[in-house]
């Protein structure tokens, strides 16, 4: 059966201006044509540009929407508009219930004064009465872990400490519609997992929407996926892995390789990857567990030939990830008319879903002097069904092991 | 049970009275909120000052004494009040600071709330009941200084005393709902705040805070038309039970300032999320 509908957001526009000055001019033109009872027009002015446009979604009671897109996107913006911040341009946003926010944790924070009296002014803010923070306080307490400091000044705090108390007074909250921007990327992962249990135990009650940059989070909790590019949805649906991928491909585009080091002697000229799958966009994509054949030519001036390769993989935040064994002798190199190539096989590479990068190194096999060093300078994709933290994904069978004696 | 469902659409049919009603709803409907933020603040100053409640009496008393010594020292000469010179300069600069209060009030605290505002959706009108709150509890201290300097030159109160609490806050409201209509142009321009405290220390020469208005003269004509005076006079002389002068523009200017009151209240409610989103976009 379908619940409630909580949150619906019809055909939503918002311009901004670029200048202050003109953004106030704007403002003010705006309230006085509200006011005269003057249909908006869908022109830009000038240094105007849309910062969304045209959105369209809606989030019953028990769904999660994630809210995914780079950084100036209109995620941030979007979720204004839904807490009530900002005013649409154009369209209309229905919020049904009451509405939590998770976007500043702390508010209302006095450095000067005791836990337990910012309790209070961070629950006010957050717009609970007295007889219900009355009520949680205790359970804030012990939810944020600080029971043994809750009467010292914030200021004495760690950051984290505050960011615990924070998240606890707003997880007391039990609302209709939950709106969180990015607060867990803070804290320790301890607590990170208290605040997915927390959010787990209320969303089949809440229509929670849900900014993050981390994927994992997003594929851990959200039931559709929303991904806006500068201001329009670029995809909207339930198949979340496939909104998740296309974010990692956007990612992408602009990523360019660098080279770090370069004595002359070799050059990279190009890298293909075989056995991939059918793509619309230049990014290889590859199945999961399936066999990695990589290609790489290089243009070379030197006779010398004693060179020895290293492939690094490195996943989307450039933390390296694996590297392949070295070539043992350089009989493998094909060589012909100042061109090299190299190609390696791995059979069943078991990464998990998302973005690497691969990067090259070049060294002398005898006197493993560096010759040539490349970063980042090929990209692919592994596609999986399964979105985990962990960079592998390592197949297993599960066995019945007749020798055990329990 | 019914959910409560808010819209928000571009709003083409805004009607005052529509506004005016939610405002007050609102102005209603935050007083926990309000109260607590005005606690916040008011136990934040004090916790790190050791004269706490004090300074608020510092700027009005050195004014005053400033005053009092010209003119026992018979470098000014003036006209006589009807009550003990140094209870009569108490109660204006006392009064007069009040009212500096209350016209800088709704745009300092909106600049010291605009991180909350601009993350948090709260009633605006929390931050204007929370700044009425903490100039009644520091105007609370000043009236009993007041009561203690009546005391002291043994004058008598008079049953007009029993007038004060409303005079007083026709006084607060006229002050805040003047700071509510500079609070947008504040927001924007930090030259406002400075010219108005720069432009009042002026204007009180003008208005009978520290001497009474003269017999004669241009002064005399620029006091008689100064809306400050009458809000100043009549509070004054319910204190000190003195005859009452301007009665009639007081009760023209309180007739006056309620609905301007309203009507700034509603400014600031619509102006202020125009103001913020502009800056925190």
Known sequence: MDREVLVKVEGLSKKFSKSLKKSLKYGVYDLLGNLRGKKSSDELRPDEFYALQDINFEVRRGECLGLIGHNGAGKSTLLKILNGLINPDHGKVTMRGRVGALIELGAGFNPIMTGRENIYNNGAVLGFSKEEIDRKVESIIDFAEIREFIDMPVQNYSSGMKVRLGFSVAAQMEPDILLIDEVLAVGDLGFVLKCFKQIDTILPNTALVFVSHSMPMVSRIATQILMLDSGKTKFIGSQVSQGIDLYYERFQTGNESNIVFDDGQIALDSVTLLNVENSLTDLPKLNWNSDFIIKIKFNTSSDNINFQFTLIISDKEQRPVASFLRNSSTQQLLIKKNKLELTLRHKNLQLSKGIYSISIAVRDIKTKQPIYRSNSCFNFQIINTDQVWEPMLLNAEYIVDNSSTI | MELETKIYERGNSLSISKLIKSSLGDLYGSRFLARQLATRDIKSQYRQSLLGIVWAFIAPLST????????????????????????????????????????????????????????????????????????????SF?????????????????????????????????????????????????????????????????????????????????????????????????????????LTYFGILALVMIPVFLIALVIYRVSIPVIIERFSA
């Open chain 2, 64 to 139: 005053a004494f400033v005053w009092i010594f010209l003119s026992s020292s018979g470098t000014v000469d003036l006209e006589d009040t009807g009550v003990p010179y140094p209870l009569y300069v108490f109660c204006g600069t006392l009064l007069w600071s009040t009212l500096l209060d209350s016209i800088n009030m709704p745009l300092s605290n909106t600049n010291g709330a605009k991180g909350i505002l601009s993350k948090i959706n709260i009633p605006k009108e929390a931050i204007i009941l929370s700044g009425l709150y903490k100039m009644l509890f520091n105007s």
């Open chain 2, 142 to 246: 000043k009236f009993i200084l007041i009561v203690f300097f009546l005391f002291f030159y043994e004058v008598v109160p008079s049953w007009s005393l029993l007038l004060f609490p409303c005079t007083f806050l026709i006084l607060i409201i006229s002050g805040v709902s003047l700071g509510l209509l500079i609070t947008p142009l504040g927001m924007l321009y930090t030259d406002v705040a400075t010219f108005i405290s720069y432009g009042l220390r002026f204007i009180m020469y003008v208005t009978p805070v520290v001497y009474v208005i003269p017999e004669s003269g241009i002064l005399k004509t620029i006091m008689e038309i100064n809306p400050l005076t009458p809000l100043i006079l009549v509070n004054r002389n319910v204190l000190l039970g003195l005859d009452f002068q301007f």
